[in-house]
């Protein structure tokens, strides 16, 4: 609610200023600015646009997406940049008033990319319970499944092409590579995820609809994917305690990124389990960040987690 009202003040105080004194950091390189809300879209845009873009990335790294609030600076970085690449979901809500009040934005919407998901309300413990709209919310994770990644990173080179189509052939090349990357990772996931039916348990939240969907793998979670995280209920923990002790059941309790792993370390502790993260590339942290680690490279080691996991059930 406050966000709503928040942003047409802002928005007001941009254009007073005439954006002079807030964007001074114009770059006189002759270089594109892409602008880019979470960090697959920033990754994304990164490889595709090499050195023709300074690309930005609005979410701080190791700072929670789901709280993300423009400041000032941010807006006026959206209202003079080449092109804006944001997500499209629940928590990118404040994206669509700057768009409303900002109408010369050259905006890209993942989420238009792809075929989006009604999130799901039976794996997760905490929504079980719950009364549901039949006007159901999409899943906005998703980047998870490396199939949609590739479509993204195509759609992205597609408005890369049309901003500076001088560059039109290193733009196409880029994204090839990129996304034979993907794909390659893509044929890597299902080797190891196809075969015997399993079931992955997350202490968690759950933004890992798309991938799981893609893989056909069976799974329970405690939180929804976007929901601010909360105590987990009685109920939950007997349910995930449960499924924790059926056989077709991964021994492994997992958690995501930037998780305070609480409610995993919790259920691990108590029937005897490791704890391993599935990074869902939805935050990165500030080493990841400064480290140059890429949407391929944190699918990777999630690739190298899941075989240690699913190695050590034997
Ligand atoms: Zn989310």
Redesign the pocket.
């Given at each position: 609610m406050l966000k709503r009202l928040i942003i047409p003040v802002l928005l007001a105080v941009v254009m007073l200023l005439g954006g002079c004194s807030l964007s001074s950091e114009k770059p006189s390189d002759g270089k594109l600015r892409v602008v880019t809300t979470i960090f697959p879209a920033y990754d994304f845009a990164r490889q595709v646009f090499g050195n023709t873009a300074d690309v930005t990335l609005l979410l701080k790294p190791g700072t929670e997406?789901?709280s993300y609030d423009p400041s000032a600076r941010d807006i006026v970085k959206i209202d003079s940049c080449d092109l804006f690449i944001y997500n499209g979901?629940e928590?990118d809500a404040w994206v669509e008033n700057i768009l409303k009040s900002a109408d010369e934005v050259n905006a890209l919407r993942m989420m238009d990319a792809v075929e989006a998901l009604t999130e799901d309300h039976e794996g997760i413990a905490e929504t079980e319970h719950e009364e549901h709209d039949k006007d159901e919310e999409y899943d906005?994770?998703i980047w998870t499944s490396p199939k949609n990644a590739a479509l993204i990173v195509e759609s992205i080179r597609q408005a890369a092409v049309t901003l500076a189509p001088e560059n039109k052939a290193l733009y196409e090349n880029a994204a090839e590579e990129y996304i034979a990357e993907i794909n390659a990772l893509d044929i890597k996931f299902n080797e190891l995820l196809s075969g015997e039916e399993r079931c992955f348990i997350f202490g968690d939240r759950f933004?890992l609809l798309y991938f799981f969907r893609e893989s056909g793998l069976n799974y329970r979670a405690a939180f929804p994917?976007?929901g601010s995280e909360t105590e987990p209920s009685a109920q939950t923990v007997a349910f995930l305690t449960e499924k924790l002790t059926e056989s077709d059941t991964v021994p492994t309790v997992f958690c995501i990124e930037l998780s305070n792993r609480k409610l995993a370390e919790t259920l691990a502790d108590e029937n005897g389990l490791p704890v391993a993260e599935f990074h869902t590339c939805?935050n990165i942290t500030a080493d990841d960040f400064s480290a140059g680690e890429s949407y391929v490279s944190l699918m990777e080691r999630n690739y190298q987690m899941l075989q240690s996991a699913l190695t050590n059930g034997g």
């Open positions: 997406s789901h979901g928590s906005e994770h933004p994917g976007c939805h």
